[in-house]
């Protein structure tokens, strides 16, 4: 009964093309004897032979249920995937003019955003006059990062960009 092959599961019973192998019986034994034989034990314990290190010389085999190990594979996976966070990015955005408590309104959620684990750009946008302001809108970044200071850490600093001051903040680690 041969199955088609999928490239991202491991080779089993008459699909391992090697001549040696290392055996890695049920009880943990190791020893390297030819594939016929290493098949010959897998019968033996009604399991099945999968190749578990390929690139190994000589490839490492397990006498072990085929179907329990995918399994238990999946199933390690789906927890890795579920542990891992990504990071993204939270945009803030200001005016030069922008009032003292809109400024801390943002700041608060920056403050969440920070906390949670994600990064925050905060822009001033310039319009039209606003552009003789540049320096204002520098000194909103600052005080935001230092209002910001025990949550986070600069990764970079206010640069201009067209109209925009952009700064963006990274989580500090704990």
Do not use: W
């Amino acid at each position: 009964m041969r199955r088609q092959r999928n490239d991202d599961r491991p080779k089993v019973n008459d699909e391992i093309r090697s001549s040696k192998v290392r055996l890695i019986r049920p009880d943990d034994e190791h020893e390297i004897v030819s594939i016929e034989r290493a098949l010959e034990i897998a019968d033996r314990y009604q399991l099945d032979l999968v190749e578990i290190a390929p690139n190994a010389k000589p490839p490492v085999c397990k006498v072990i249920d085929f179907g329990k190990f995918m399994y238990e594979k999946k199933k390690k996976e789906k927890e890795a995937k579920k542990k891992q966070h990504t990071i993204q990015v939270k945009e803030l955005r200001f005016r030069p003019t922008t009032d003292d408590h809109d400024l801390e309104f943002k700041t608060r959620h920056a403050r969440e955003f920070l906390e949670g684990g994600d990064k925050v750009k905060a822009t001033v946008q310039f319009r039209g006059r606003d552009m003789l302001y540049t320096e204002q809108g520098e000194v909103l970044l600052n005080n935001l990062a230092e209002e910001l200071k025990d949550v986070s850490k600069v990764e970079s600093k206010p640069t201009m960009e067209g109209r925009r001051m952009i700064m963006i903040l990274a989580p500090a680690k704990g």
